[in-house]
């Protein structure tokens, strides 16, 4: 049997939450709740329920599970009504402002005996999928190195995520999907220290990009790049390993491997380049090397949903637990103090 669905915020991802549900075959949708009349009219025009108030909404006994899409500064007290009122919850992402707050959450869902999670839809992303999937074969060894990248040239939308008050920013919004894939990577790592770096190059009030560099006790680094203002991009993902480098151009091409078979390079030419001869950047042949692609992942974003409702029946465990969402968060707060000092801090769980 389906349960009744609702979401509170009918801007965009509340949109996404909603048309996706219609299409769920987990999900029967209830109904959305606005502040905004307008977008309360607008659902009602395309013949959606609009709850006139949270408490409406809280009312409706039907209602098992509710998803809380507003901006990041209003997450708290939302979802905690929503917790305290019966209702299992969703929360967009990033799911809090600090790690106290998501405390605060956490202890209110268990004292409800309500499932409470996060919405990482970028888990299922077929790019993020591809190198997950290399890591868990082994086929080219540990990885060493990952880079994770997102570019655009737009600048910040000009709307509350431009705004310090309501959790704008890149760190905030692109950052928490990136560092939340790296973290299953690199699941088996201790962290030993963070450094970012924020540009401010269309907004002075937030960061409209930044620049981290996790890296930790093992050596192994994880970093992240998110820019607004690219006019040429760099890869998705570039990843070196102990045997190998992995390439994932953007999310719509499959992934270019290239796996290290001999190391022996004993009698290697020299290539001649524009200003002379060198055997270090010597390319490498098919003797020593095999070079190949894998196709794009499969991916259904549906599973995220089906997984909360099975935790909800006590099925399944949650696949976005709040370890996972803490650890996250508290990378985020790490990476704003490493950029207001200027320098490489230790990571403090």
């Known amino acids: 049997m389906k349960k009744k669905f609702a979401v509170v915020g009918y801007g965009g991802m509340g949109s996404w939450h909603v048309n996706h549900s219609l299409k769920s075959d987990v999900l029967e949708l209830s109904g959305i709740y606005d502040i905004d009349d307008k977008k309360s009219e607008l659902a009602r025009e395309r013949g959606i329920r609009a709850y006139s108030s949270l408490d409406e909404l809280i009312n409706d006994k039907d209602v098992e599970l509710v998803t809380v899409a507003i901006p990041n500064d209003v997450h708290l007290d939302t979802v905690c009504r929503l917790l305290k009122g019966g209702k299992n919850v969703i929360c967009e992402k990033p ?206 974003v549906h599973d995220f949903y089906r997984n909360v409702c099975k935790a909800i029946d006590g099925k399944e465990n949650q696949l976005v637990t709040h370890e996972q969402v803490a650890l996250v968060l508290k990378i985020m707060e790490h990476a704003f103090e490493s950029s207001r000092q200027g320098q490489t801090i230790k990571f403090e769980y």
């Open 95 to 300: 799911v809090a402002l600090s790690t106290r707050e998501l405390e605060i959450m956490v202890a209110t869902a268990k004292e409800a005996g309500k499932l409470f999670t996060v919405h990482q839809n970028r888990r299922w992303d077929v790019d993020y999928l591809a190198i997950q999937s290399i890591c868990d074969s082994g086929e080219i060894g540990k990885p060493l190195r990952i880079e994770s990248r997102i570019h655009g040239s737009r600048g910040i939308p000009s709307d509350w995520r431009g705004m310090k008050e309501y959790g704008g920013g890149m760190i905030l919004d692109w950052g928490v999907h990136l560092i939340d894939q790296l973290m299953l990577v690199f699941k088996d790592e201790k962290i030993a220290t963070v450094n970012c770096v924020e540009t401010h190059i269309t907004n002075k009030e937030v960061d409209d990009g930044f620049y981290l560099t996790i890296t930790f006790e093992s050596g192994a680094v994880a970093f992240v790049e998110v820019g607004t203002y690219n006019f040429l991009t760099l890869p998705r993902f570039y990843m070196k390993s102990e045997n190998g480098t992995a390439l994932i151009q953007d999310w719509r091409e499959k992934t270019k491997v290239a796996k290290c078979k001999y190391w022996h390079e004993n009698d290697v030419l020299p290539v001649q380049t524009a200003a002379g001869l060198t055997k270090t950047m010597a390319p490498r042949d098919s003797i020593t090397m095999d070079v190949y692609e894998k196709d794009i992942p499969l991916s259904d």
